[in-house]
């Protein structure tokens, strides 16, 4: 079985693209768009990008925002087990982006707090080979019960279980508890600080691990590393001319190390594949392929 099933948030993705500087209490002009996003939709879409198998599980509302959002992700590939929320809207999520490419977001997580257990489907863990949770999924007090659950049904099948922590502003030590049971986490260098207090890198994460197997940690232009407490990798970044848009890039790293992971690559193959999709994420207006 090559299956990964993703778990956590889908999101409708308001993207303002500003022309310069956000003049505070003023006008700043910008074009406007709506895209799909949400770290794990994300992640899932850029598997199926990349080739793999995957499934996504996690809740959107029953409107038409989120009609549109699963028809999009099976339309590109993605088995979308996503439950529309009779009682909750569809997340939403202001992005910004400033003119050299740097993204701000403000979400509103809507229908992806009410994620449930029972969300998660036996036969879905039963065909799969691992489950990538992202990490918004357990820093909310609504999914959390859910993610947790999630990552204990597939530890005890013998899953691989990834997190991607995926906000270094809700983050402190306490996600580590929260992410018991991984074996493998994905922060970015931001994240990583804010995991350990350690603002070098590979510092940061060689204190990862332990508690987690493994760890890689991506650092934009510098690439990305790999350790498991003793061992460390690096790979360089695939360089890119032009950033449109950085949102989702860690999303599609994620996705290109895991397809290439499960794939049977070897560990600096599945960074390199990693760093390869991310390249691809930055010349991409929007959080997708």
Do not use: K
Request: proline share 5%.
């Amino acid at each position: 079985m090559s299956r990964i099933v993703v778990l956590g948030d889908l999101m409708v993705d308001v993207v303002v693209r500003l022309s310069g500087p956000l003049a505070q209490a003023s006008d700043t002009p910008a074009e406007i768009s709506f895209r799909g996003g949400g770290s794990a939709a994300n992640t899932a879409a850029w598997l199926a990008a990349a080739g793999a198998e995957v499934t996504l599980v996690g809740r959107a509302g029953a409107d038409e925002r989120g009609r549109a959002a699963v028809q999009e992700l099976r339309a590109g590939g993605v088995d979308a087990r996503v439950v529309l929320d009779e009682a909750r809207p569809t997340g939403t999520c202001l992005v910004l982006i400033e003119p050299g490419g740097e993204r701000t977001m403000a979400p509103d997580a809507g229908a992806n707090d009410g994620l449930a257990t029972a969300d998660l489907p036996d036969d879905v863990l039963a065909d799969a080979a691992h489950l990538h949770v992202a990490g918004y999924a357990l820093l909310r007090e609504g999914s959390r019960p859910a993610a947790r659950a999630a990552i204990e049904r597939a530890s005890e099948r013998g899953l691989g279980v990834s997190v991607d922590p995926s906000s270094s502003a809700l983050l402190d030590a306490g996600f580590l508890d929260l992410a018991e049971g991984a074996g493998l986490v994905l922060p970015n260098a931001s994240e990583a600080h804010a995991l350990t207090g350690d603002s070098d890198p590979e510092a940061a994460a060689r204190a990862l691990a332990p508690p987690f197997d493994e760890v890689v940690v991506t650092l934009g232009p510098g690439g990305a590393l790999w350790t498991d407490g003793n061992e460390v990798l690096g790979v360089a970044a695939v360089a890119v001319e032009h950033v449109e848009d950085s949102t989702g890039a860690g999303d599609a790293f994620a996705a290109g190390f895991l397809a290439a992971r499960v794939a049977g690559e070897s560990t600096a193959e599945s960074l390199a594949a990693g760093c390869r999709l991310a390249a691809r994420a930055v010349r991409t207006a929007g959080a997708r392929p």
